[in-house]
């Protein structure tokens, strides 16, 4: 099976800063990774450079078996096919929910509104916002605009949706909403990458578990082995910090 | 109180008789008004068509001025080369240039009305100063903004156009209206030119008179003409301020 994301020696730097060392990554389809690291480690990079967001400085990325990082490729056309969700949800202010979710069908993918609009409607229903589609984001808790969030992602049909920190903005008491649905998501049958500190979350839902750590992927495997189990000094180091604050 | 003891001090000042017939006579005002409110009408086109020009024009050279990359730096460049001309160059200098130089060059299809010549200079100048707003209204739009309109597979244009620009102007009305405010007493200025507006028609009043009462005229005119739009600004600021306090950080 090929897999659906390669990402391949990729390096990333920001001025004297390298944040990826060097990153080796492959995500089957159907498959669910989790990327988790100390703050720095190079998730959100990883994620951006993926998403051609950034434009990495070395290696390559992989999306369906075409190299998206060759200067040659269509960056609009690739960014299409990937649904991205951010820390700070980054929903447009000035649009209704509705409208975010329709935005790309609309405009990006040529659906006519009817039926862009059927589908959004959809989604929202299923995510339980379907009364909140007039409102703005604004009027909405940050656990709903970033359920909308991720319903905007959705509504591209993403082949990999990349899911950047999308809890650590949140209160408390509105992480597990969020996460109710990315686990629906992902039964569902979507690629999904996320960097997380959940991880409790990671444990339950991740296929394979990755530890970032100094711009490389450490150590990876199975959630049971590199978080109950870590061959490295460093992921212990990593996870007994997170233990001590409560995290898992 | 300020204005109580002002009032007092001048009207009890030696040359207040004098002053009061010529500059608040009642009976001039009545005279020259008609004619004065027809050169207003004039000011009054010359500010729409030239307010219409000025955000077109501020609002391309703004998306010049804040495009990305390497490759688009002589267009960036030449953005910003035509805001400093025209922001630094003073509006009466513009004017004589553009209605008295323009036309002495004699080139066919170079208009020599003062209403067109005057608008040309006017939307020059406020052109470049409204880009600067429409610019900073630009890069007040949180980078997140793009990252999130890019990830959903937007081209550059479409992201500044759904996304950016509508938020930019947003945050920018205030200010705008603020320039428009400006750009209302400023269309005064055409008058330089010899275009028959209100101010140019107060003075030939006063030429034929010797009373500045015109001035006096045309210049509350103005001030009339400001009034509402000062209000909308004000409605319009305290509206944003509202949005602002509600807790929105966007």
Known sequence: MSAVL?????????????????????VDEHRVVALIGGSGSGKSTLLRCASLLEVVDDGQVLLD???????????????RRLGVVFQAYNLFPHLSVLDNVTLAPVRVHGRSRSEAREEALGLLERIGLADKSGEYPDRLSG?????????RALAVRPRVLLLDEITSALDPELVGEVLRLVREVAEQGMTIVMATHEMGFAKQVADTVCFLDRGVVLESGPPDQVLGDPVEARTRQFLSRIIDAGRL | MFAVVAY???????GWPRVQTTFFSLEVARDSFPSILRGLWLNVQVLLIAAVCVVVLGLGIAALRTLRGPAFAPLRFLATAYVDLFRGMPLIITLYLVGFGLPALRLQGIPTSYFVLGTVAIVLTYSAYVAEVFRAGIE?????????????????????RIVVLPQAVRNVTPALLNDFV????????????GAIDAVRAAQIYVGQTFNFTPYVVAGLLF???AVPTARIADAVSARARRRQQSGSTL
Do not use: C
């Open chain 2, 223 to 225: 001030v009339l003409l």
């Open chain 1, 6 to 26: 390669d990402v391949r020696g990729v390096v990333k730097a920001f001025g004297e800063n390298v944040v990826l060392r060097g990153v080796d990554l492959a």
């Open chain 1, 143 to 151: 656990g709903q605009q970033q359920r909308v969030a991720i319903a």
């Open chain 2, 140 to 160: 007040s739009v949180h980078p997140s903004q793009r990252a999130a309109a890019r990830s959903l597979g937007l081209t550059h244009r479409q992201m500044m």
């Open chain 1, 65 to 79: 078996g075409e190299d998206i990082t060759d200067p040659r490729v269509d960056a609009d056309a690739v960014r």
């Open chain 2, 182 to 193: 400006a750009l209302q007493k400023d269309v005064g200025l055409i008058s330089v030119l």
């Open chain 2, 8 to 14: 007092l001090v001048v009207t009890s000042s030696p």
